[in-house]
């Protein structure tokens, strides 16, 4: 293929750019600009293709990141490796002939190292979820990275089946169904420690093969401390005196990704280490496992068994209790019962503002005066990525930055915008902070609500108490140097 070639692109906003010479497709691509996944055609054919099948146009971010890091040995860690193993097995597929037999063991230790090695690159470069997923030609291999998702590389199609069934065989699924959706999990010893790390698969039949996520719930459990999850310290302290209560209700909001689980695992530890006692979890699925606590995990699609085993865990004799997520009548109704009754009740409820809580609970069918009387702390969280201490550029914050953030009086106030070094993999940001608005139900609010306070007035009590909101503890977080302001208009498209 010439390099003047001529090609037009789509990158997923309706538009069609080009055409443009493959050259500067090329450095697009390097630049991260343009997607193994963005469409492409040449600008003399009628036909679309993905960016990935152009040679020069595979390049992704992550192939971009320079020197591979060598080891003791002379060989080739991370990315390195994994490319050469792709390399290797690609190589092997092509000539199908004699001397079959032995490659065939020979791919498959090669097929082994190359699933081992894509779990390596995930955990060290922090991924949440590995995506292998199948496209006509080649199969595309995509990491989470704090929410952001991210190509790492492109695999023939050819061994799409192979890697995807060592997974399964790693996770004891059916690796003869192919049609069907299936889950399982497993555990592998990843990182410089080895360190074991637990992970959920899941696969999903597509028209062009078996879609695969493989979730890393390798959140280390004894990062799981409230003092990590980034509240200010005021919001800390209150947080934590809840957390010793002997009964209530303390309820997380945020949509999904918002870090609740994460918090709320925060919180069971936080209470087990400071006052222990019995423990019981209901969640779907579990997501970290912690030492002294009965954990359940429960489908909630199996309706049935899921209202049984809420029955009865109270049954159990818990002192705290932990419920993934109050979704429904039966849950909520669970919840407070326990509450009510002696425990203390930690859960998470998909509503945007730590004000809606109440009213989302009144919805689902309680009384006004069931929830004023057991629900104790709402929390509203999101997430917000922390930019790279050692590469973000100082700058002052602009008038009408500070207008927009709700603090006028911080114009001119040294803000970071994300820069790009080897630590954070160029990208900028590294990990996620919380952003958190704490709304403590006291008497006064809980009269309210037992005399039909709505949502918005809720709202407006707690602002007339100064309680700070999310927007106030974004605005603190981007004054502190914590995350960008694009991070917090980004996080704040609430
Ligand atoms: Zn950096």
């Not at 595979?58 to 990315?79: H, W």
């Not at 490796?81 to 792709?86: E, H, N, Q, R, S």
């Not at 595309?140 to 952001?148: A, E, F, N, S």
Request: proline residues 5%; glycine residues 8%; aromatic residues 6%.
């Amino acid at each position: 293929m010439l390099d003047t070639d001529q090609w037009y692109f789509e990158i997923g906003d309706g538009q069609t750019y080009g055409p443009f010479p493959l050259d500067k497709l090329r450095k697009w691509a390097a630049a991260g600009n343009l997607m193994p996944t963005h469409r492409v055609r040449r600008a003399d054919s009628s036909e679309w293709t993905i960016a990935a099948y152009v040679p020069g146009l595979e390049l992704t971010t992550a192939d971009t990141v320079p020197a591979p890091v060598v080891d003791d040995d002379g060989e080739e860690v991370s990315r390195g490796k994994l490319g050469a193993l792709v390399q290797a097995l690609s190589r092997k597929r092509k000539p199908a002939g004699h001397g079959k037999a032995a490659s065939a063991d020979h791919q498959e230790s090669d097929i082994i190292a190359l699933c081992d090695e894509l779990l390596e690159v995930a955990y060290q470069r922090g991924a949440s979820d590995l995506h292998i997923d199948p496209e006509e030609n080649i199969t595309l291999i995509q990491l989470r990275v704090d929410g952001v998702l991210e190509p790492l590389r492109k695999l023939p199609k050819s061994i799409h089946a192979a890697v995807v069934s060592r997974y399964k065989v790693l996770s004891k699924m059916d690796i003869a169904e192919r049609r069907m959706a299936q889950d399982g999990r497993f555990f592998h010893c990843l990182g410089p420690q080895q360190r074991r790390v637990h992970i959920r698969a899941a696969i999903l039949p597509t028209t062009h093969g078996e879609r695969l996520t493989l979730r890393l719930l390798a959140v280390e459990t004894e990062l799981l401390t409230l003092n990590r999850l980034g509240m200010s310290e005021p919001a800390l302290r209150t947080f934590a005196a809840y957390t010793a209560q002997k009964q209530g209700m303390i309820l997380l909001s945020g949509p999904t990704g918002s870090g609740k689980s994460t918090t709320l695992y925060a919180a069971l530890r936080h209470r087990l280490a400071n006052h222990p006692g019995r423990f019981i979890t209901v969640e779907e699925p579990v997501e970290f496992d912690i030492v002294g606590v009965a954990q359940i995990e429960v489908d909630t699609a199996d309706k049935v068994r899921f209202d049984t085993v809420l029955r009865n865990i109270l049954r159990s004799d818990p002192d705290v209790i932990m419920i993934g997520e109050i979704r429904d009548f039966a849950s909520a109704d669970v919840a407070i019962k326990a509450a009510l009754t002696g425990h203390l009740v930690f859960s998470s409820i998909h509503t945007n503002s730590a004000a809606g809580v109440v009213t989302r609970l009144i919805d689902m069918g309680l009384e006004p005066f069931q929830v004023a009387a057991t629900v104790r702390l709402c929390v509203a969280q999101r997430l917000a990525r922390r930019l790279c201490i050692e590469c973000r550029r100082p700058r002052p914050l602009s008038a009408a930055e500070a207008a927009a953030v709700g603090r006028p009086d911080a114009a001119g106030t040294t803000v970071y915008d994300p820069g790009g070094c080897e630590q954070c993999n160029r990208r900028g940001y590294k990990g996620r902070i919380g952003l958190f608005e704490l709304l403590p139900i006291d008497e006064d609010l809980a009269r309210r609500i037992v005399d039909g306070a709505n949502e918005a007035d809720i709202a407006r009590r707690a602002r007339e108490r100064k309680i700070p909101g999310l927007r106030d503890d974004a605005a603190s977080k981007l004054l502190d140097g914590a995350t960008s302001f694009d991070e917090i208009v980004a996080v704040s498209a609430w």
